[in-house]
């Protein structure tokens, strides 16, 4: 069953009186819908309740007969009203859920801020990582306010992994080689970027509309293409809804609007049920660190609020450095803030202007690192990564159809993407110019959205797929060199080899000495998406490759 998101239908709640649960039902298993998860919706006239914005309803039994309420990693909201009147309760009170984890479980209690959103609603979001019962006591800055401090709630968490929202867990630096992404579940998790600068409004920048299904298409088609990861704007001075709901009341950075934020939910939550994590930049161009420190503070607990129960990672903003407004030390604060408010530690990066640009690149959790050309070189990968001891990112290239040479034919896409991955990147984030930035494309007035699946989306479903062959281990690779001729070796040394042509030249050697005995493999034709029959090479110091033609790439394993 896939889980509703607020893009779809309303989601049901789970009732919580003074100290036990009591389902209400919700449409998934034959109750009433319930109004709580719907946009714009006022909840101060309901009950205050927990939501469990997966499964919901009656919850489940495990293997060993115990009720449990959710799944490991699936987002919780609980939903409460404030007892005391606030002017502003976005810059006037904050609450924070202390979080106490399963005896036993080896998680530490951990705090996570709760936000405002509305009337006199607030709200908890958070993720269960272990099996067993949580309880969560509310801590309000404002202690006479008995709707949001000193309450308790309780709940249990299955064994299981949540299928829907984090069937691996959420997202981390591999702590084994420090250049590659991993799981919680120990999964290597490989980056396929989409570029969705401002889609998570309607409007910006004077663009023609994106509607929800519109988002609902983007994600959709990208999951199945093998795409892991949008990036996205969570504010910009620009967007906004076609009703003129901004994300904040007349852009003044102390006037939030639960309405509009309610709708972003809803965006995210779809992307992150269809398995793509989310990469949420603070602003664009950096314009947020024009605000005093205290509002830009604000802003992070605000995000981090909302969205780090999903799974998500978060930014300084595009191109951040761009505006003039920030500073190392205003990213620095960034990093530190959103490090410390958020409990599960989501990776954070800077994205700069400049091609090739790193900005605090040792205190960055990954390089996002921009070049904005087409001449993306194989070594950049190596040495970026291997120089900087985190994981490198292409952040962003020329976009596919943007009018600058080549970028019309696919092959730029697939020349692109196959030199950063085997160079030994954690990942690539590819764009289209139609569906970046539409007004300068082919179809000015409108999204087509048949550019999610044309030549070049193709491209990067090909390499996905290939790169996640059962067997084939491109995180352990340490061996990168650059043949010459349009011609690249990729390899764990004495275990597994790669090898990619981009050009019709012939036989070449390469020097295979550090393997033993025989390899073999087979060459996959990428302009063709086929694979040929086995071959096998005789590893020695002037091992002959002979591939079958341009754009073949062959994994090599030592035979038993």
Partial sequence: MRIPSSLDQPIGIIAIGAASWVATGCDDHGGHADAVGQVGVDADAQADSVRDVGSGGDGDTDANGQHT?????????????????????????????????????????????????????????????EAGTYVVTLE????????????????????????????????HVDPTTTYYFTSDDGTPFLWVGDTAWINLYERAWDQPIFTDANWRALCDHRSEQGFTVVQSVVYNDSEHWDDGARPFVDDDPDRVHPTSWQRVDGRVQY???????????????????????????????????????????????????????????????????????????????????????????????????????????????????????????????????????GMNDPVTIREMAWRIFLGGAA???????????????????????????DESAEEMRR?????????????????????????YLTARPGHQYVIMTERDDGIFNVDLSDAPGTLSGRWYDIAADA??????????????????????????????
């Fill in 427 to 453: 990942g690539y984030t590819y764009g289209h110019m139609g569906l970046v930035v539409p007004t300068a494309s082919s179809h000015p007035d409108r999204y087509d959205m048949s550019d999610l699946t």
């Fill in 69 to 129: 309420d959710c799944d490991r990693y699936e987002p919780v909201e609980i939903v409460v009203s404030s007892a005391t009147e606030y002017g502003n309760p976005y810059v006037d009170v904050t609450l924070t859920a202390l979080v106490t984890p399963p005896a036993g479980s080896g998680e530490s209690p951990y705090r996570v801020p709760g936000f405002w959103d509305g009337g006199s609603t607030w709200r908890v979001r958070f993720a269960p990582r």
């Fill in 271 to 405: 992307a992150v049920q269809r398995g793509l994590m989310m990469y949420l930049m603070t602003s664009s161009n950096g314009m947020h660190f024009a605000w005093p420190e205290e509002q830009r503070e604000r802003l992070y607990r605000y995000m981090v609020a909302r969205y780090a129960a999903y799974n998500v990672a978060f930014g300084g903003g595009e191109e951040v450095d761009r505006g003039g407004f920030g500073s190392d030390e205003a990213y620095r604060h960034m990093i530190e803030t959103l490090h410390t408010l958020d409990p599960y530690r989501r990776l954070v990066a800077l994205h700069a202007e400049g091609v090739g640009t790193k900005i605090l690149p040792g205190e960055v959790d990954f390089l996002l690192i921009q070049y904005y050309t087409r001449d993306v070189s194989y070594a950049e990968s190596t040495t970026s990564s291997r120089d900087n001891g985190r994981p490198f990112v292409v952040g962003e290239t020329w976009y596919y159809h943007n009018g600058k040479p």
């Fill in 140 to 171: 309000c800055s404002n202690p006479s306010d008995s709707g949001l401090h000193g309450r308790s709630f309780s709940f249990t968490a299955s064994d299981r992994f949540s299928p829907t929202w984090a069937p691996r867990g959420f997202v």
């Fill in 531 to 560: 694979y040929g029959d086995t071959v096998t090479v005789e590893a020695t110091a002037s091992a002959t490759i002979d591939p079958p033609g341009p754009w073949h790439v062959i994994r090599l394993d030592i035979e038993p």
């Fill in 463 to 487: 390499i996905a797929a290939w790169l996640r062959q059962p067997g084939l281990a491109w995180w352990t690779f340490s061996r990168f060199e650059d043949l010459g001729s349009g011609r």
